[in-house]
């Protein structure tokens, strides 16, 4: 089992900057792809970034690229997404996923651990 904790979600203005950090533990060497997602009201829950663990690779949202970043801290088991330029159309409750697969990362059944999300509100 892995336990994935979220926090860094709160209100900002357009153009500002968040940073989300996700904890994991359990048995967190089991773990192949960490994912970052999103989910606004009344829409699917999408991908935004993730980090494959054994490659390092990482991959991004078209909507995101250039303003997100992730990045992990393998000593503390935790994935970050830093936030800049933030835009009214990132609001939602962000969730951390965790997978012990190589799937494909934007796919929310290719994930077996979810935290329990942290909301994001950007204001115009």
């Known amino acids: 089992q892995v336990q994935l904790v979220e926090s860094g979600g709160g209100s900002v203005q357009a153009g500002g900057s968040l940073r989300l950090s996700c904890e994991a533990s359990g048995n967190t060497y089991d773990i192949n792809l960490l994912g970052w997602f999103r989910q606004a009201p009344g829409k699917d829950r999408e991908g935004v970034a993730a980090i494959y663990t054994t490659t390092g690779a990482i991959y991004y949202a078209d909507s995101v690229k250039g303003r997100f970043t992730i990045s992990r801290d393998n000593a503390e088991n935790t994935v970050y997404l830093q936030m800049n330029s933030l835009k009214p159309e990132d609001t939602a409750m962000y969730y951390c996923?965790?997978?012990?697969?190589?799937?494909?990362?934007?796919?929310?059944?290719?994930?077996?651990?979810w935290g329990q999300g942290t909301q994001v509100t950007v204001s115009s």
């Open positions: 996923a965790a997978s012990t697969s190589s799937g494909t990362w934007y796919s929310t059944y290719n994930y077996k651990y």
